[in-house]
């Protein structure tokens, strides 16, 4: 399932050219960050655990929990959990099919949403689906570029190990490793309601 594998590497490339092209004319003029907020969503403790603990698995067929934001006018600190909530359903949609959330929050000229949701709808209809994958929220940024109506967000997280499945269970395609990522996003609010309106994903060096 990563977002950079050769099964789906076309995605990144459509995705950065359309944001490169679409933040550029999103104002009339260029755009200028108002507002910045930055907010960790993890970090390492310093003082290491004499016991080593076991964290359970991430089920990734759980559907994330919406945030308030998503109901509330728009800022800076909104555009963020949105973008957060977004990726965490990245897993989701392809662990179940369920594109419904996903395609809520996409805008119609977000190409990276589109193909996200055509590759899941995809592997679901030859009954297969993704196990694993999780994602971890490292640190999350964002600012202002249009006062009220266009955000800049910047995510870092980590990606679990990931197995696509067939129905039976049967492996069809694997990605062992854990990736570290970051994502920068275009989030707006039109109508009252937000959208993402691009998503670019990279792989960072390992921590």
């Not at 990144?12 to 003029?29: I, K, M, R, S």
């Not at 930055?38 to 089920?59: G, I, K, W």
């Not at 994958?133 to 955000?151: K, N």
Request: charged share 15%; net charge negative; proline share 9%.
């Amino acid at each position: 399932m990563p977002w950079w594998s050769s099964r789906r590497s076309a995605l990144l490339v459509v995705a950065t050219t359309a944001l490169a092209l679409t933040a550029a004319g999103c104002t009339d003029g260029t755009p200028v960050a108002v507002e910045t907020t930055t907010r960790p969503t993890a970090s390492p403790s310093s003082t290491p655990s004499p016991t080593p603990t076991v964290t359970a698995p991430v089920d990734v067929t759980v559907k994330p929990t919406r945030p308030a934001a998503m109901d509330e006018p728009p800022s800076v600190e909104g555009a963020v959990a949105v973008s957060e909530y977004f990726l965490l359903l990245y897993p989701y949609l392809y662990a179940t099919g369920d594109v419904t959330d996903w395609s809520l929050l996409s805008h119609s000229e977000c190409t990276f949403c589109a193909n996200a949701e055509t590759n899941a709808e995809s592997m679901s209809v030859l009954g297969q689906r993704s196990e694993g994958g999780a994602f971890t929220l490292i640190e999350s940024s964002g600012s202002e570029v249009t006062p009220g109506a266009w955000y800049a967000v910047k995510v870092d997280l980590v990606q679990e190990p990931s197995v696509s499945v067939n129905a039976t269970g049967s492996v069809v395609e694997e990605f062992p490793e854990t990736k570290r990522v970051h994502v920068d996003l275009a989030v707006v609010w039109e109508g009252g309601e937000w959208a993402v309106r691009e998503a670019t994903p990279t792989e960072a060096p390992a921590a």
